[in-house]
């Protein structure tokens, strides 16, 4: 007889990892989920790619965009908002703890406050760009 069908589920994208360990930090903490949020993740991969397009590495654009101006053109109606960005890290487990040896971009993986996450990587010459968008919508 042929062998039975995999069950496993397929590998979860880069985004999700980096979402799950996000999730994971926040419980230890006492910290509710959060969850994917496409306009975020819409935001925070432009930001993304602006960077790597542009060569730049920064939450201000060229143009003078913060991430509350991202966040609101992709259509995210925010309460509140945080943005963190690394860049060179190659894995969802090596950016994330970039992310959480930096007191504030873990104060903002921490922050209860936020409730969705969007996240963005882009390759470029240095090695990939990430984005994570928190926010709470109104």
């Given at each position: ?16 990892q ?8 926040r ?15 819409t ?17 201000t ?5 913060d991430?509350?101006?991202r966040?609101?053109?992709?259509g ?13 890290q190659t894995?969802?487990a ?7 040896n930096?007191p504030?971009?873990?104060a ?5 406050a ?25």
């Amino acid at each position: 007889p042929p062998a039975p069908a995999s069950t496993d589920p397929a590998p979860a994208s880069e985004a999700e990892q980096v979402m799950a360990l996000v999730n994971a930090e926040r419980a230890k903490e006492g910290c509710g989920a959060v969850s994917g949020n496409s306009l975020l993740a819409t935001a925070a991969s432009r930001h993304s790619a602006d960077m790597a397009d542009r060569d730049y590495f920064s939450h201000t654009s060229p143009d003078g965009t913060d991430p509350g101006d991202r966040i609101t053109a992709a259509g995210y109606r925010w309460s509140t908002y945080g943005e963190n960005i690394a860049k060179g890290q190659t894995t969802p487990a090596a950016v994330m703890e970039a992310w959480m040896n930096s007191p504030g971009h873990r104060a903002n993986i921490l922050n209860c406050a936020f409730k969705e996450i969007g996240v963005g990587r882009e390759d470029s010459s240095d090695g990939p760009v990430w984005t994570q968008n928190f926010g709470a919508a109104l």
